[in-house]
């Protein structure tokens, strides 16, 4: 397997939405406003505004992170971006780091490499904002 840079994402948080107990854990809802991805394959920035992370912390500290997001390239193509990751937040909200698998969607044909492609993140997410070092996996 090979692993090559992919680039950064960035995903400002507004306010949280939710906080509550749900039948697994703790639940937060976070909507991420105004996200973009910045490398040397893609360049995109949110579309809209339906983007949230859906994150759930289960009773031992394991934190799931689920996130959609609307994105459009610098070149026009529309591109739905969804990623799941988990961490280890023993001290609260991202005492730990993020590890997410992102997966593609997009019908324009330059783009449509990435809807077969895994691409990898390493990051942190703080009250305001999540941030990731993206890879590619080949």
């Known amino acids: 397997m090979r692993v090559e840079p992919f ?3 960035h995903a400002p948080l507004s306010r949280v939405e939710f906080r509550g107990v749900a039948s697994r854990g703790h ?14 394959m893609l360049r995109a920035k949110q579309e809209g505004t339906s983007a949230a992370d859906w994150l ?17 390239t610098d070149d026009g193509a529309a591109l739905q971006i ?11 909200v991202g005492s730990g780091a993020v590890r997410a698998a992102f997966v593609f ?34």
């Open 27 to 40: 639940r937060l809802v976070g909507p991420i406003v105004g996200s973009s991805i910045e490398g040397p």
């Open 7 to 9: 680039g950064t994402f």
């Open 82 to 92: 969804a990623y799941s990751g988990r961490a280890h937040w023993p001290d609260g």
């Open 105 to 138: 969607e997009t019908d324009a044909p330059e783009y449509r490499w990435l809807c077969s492609r895994m691409v990898v993140g390493v990051g942190s997410v703080e009250q305001t904002h999540g941030s990731y070092s993206l890879a590619i996996l080949r």
């Open 56 to 72: 759930l912390q289960g009773p031992d500290e394991t934190v799931l992170i689920d996130v959609r997001v609307s994105m459009r």
